[in-house]
């Protein structure tokens, strides 16, 4: 019996237009009125992906910034797991030695250095993964996730913040339509001990600490449940949700999978863009998931 689901947000539960379709709510408030508890784990800020569940007028746990944070479904705070300033600051360095553009993710919000170059990125890789999408409509989707409603802030300089004893560092998002500037990051980072690296699309990598993962996260949120990791389904598509899949009984992957990823696990949904979270979980509520 499933007493919990965890689900991805970026290429799992939104659709390629970011936004959770009405498939998809229906499911997940069906699966609540039943007395499963659902909960979102995303690589996302908590800000940002509240913003997206209210737009849906769903209120859910979440377990943001890859398991650096859980929050109630009143945004409290019940659980952390930020990285040390010293580790921050090589993690920084060798980002900006590669030229690598990067996003800090902290207990304050998610901070930039430069909106445009962020955008601009961002407009590129959107694009790039949704060819058939107007460059107009991506970039307006970008633009929202700069604009004032506060998702995102610019910084003078990154180091100020490092310096502010009031700010925990919960994750940094690097991206970069270079995969080999990637991979030279990757393997660069590797030498730093307690931390942990991951991706959530073949354009970036997300840098957390050692404990800041989603698998972990969902047991710790699952433990003052009572609810055992084999009562749980995961929904996921890249390799940030694999400490979660690995963990759960009931892991489920997205036909718009990394192909790696899909290739790890046997039960598979429709795509993002076919509700495939909302189908995953009439399928198990209806028992019809083995």
Excluded: W
């Excluded at 909960?39 to 996302?44: D, F, M, P, Q, Y």
């Excluded at 997300?206 to 404990?211: K, L, N």
């Amino acid at each position: 019996m499933i007493r919990c689901i965890a689900s991805d947000m970026d290429g799992t539960l939104l659709n390629h237009e970011l936004k959770v379709t009405e498939e998809n709510k229906i499911a997940i408030e069906k699966a609540k009125s039943q007395g499963v508890e659902v909960i979102i784990a995303t690589g996302r800020s908590y800000a940002e992906a509240r913003y997206a569940l209210q737009e849906a007028d769903l209120h859910l746990p979440i377990i943001c910034s890859n398991g650096a944070e859980i929050r109630d479904e009143q945004g409290e705070l019940i659980y952390h797991a930020s990285m040390s300033r010293e580790k921050a600051k090589k993690i920084a360095l060798t980002l900006s030695e590669l030229g690598i553009y990067y996003e800090l993710y902290t207990n304050k919000g998610t901070y930039t250095e430069s909106r445009e170059l962020g955008i601009q990125i961002l407009v590129d890789i959107y694009q790039s993964a949704n060819p058939e999408v107007p460059e107009v409509l991506v970039r307006q989707a970008v633009e929202e996730r700069f604009s004032n409603n506060g998702l995102i802030k610019v910084t003078d300089n990154y180091e100020q913040l490092f310096q502010d004893e009031t700010l925990f560092i919960n994750k940094f998002l690097a991206y970069s339509m270079d995969n080999k500037k990637l991979k030279q990051a990757s393997e660069t980072l590797a030498n730093i001990t307690e931390i942990a690296i991951t991706s959530s699309g073949k354009e970036n990598i997300e840098i957390t600490a050692e404990h800041a993962q989603k698998g972990i996260a969902l047991e710790q949120y699952i433990n003052e449940k009572g609810i055992t990791l084999k009562e749980c389904m995961a929904i996921g598509d890249n390799f940030n949700d694999v400490s979660m899949l690995e963990r759960v009984g009931y892991p489920v992957v997205m036909a718009n999978s990394d192909e790696k990823v899909k290739a790890l696990y046997s039960r598979q949904t429709a795509s993002n863009r076919e509700s495939g979270v909302g189908k995953a979980i009439e399928a198990v509520l209806s028992e019809s998931i083995k």
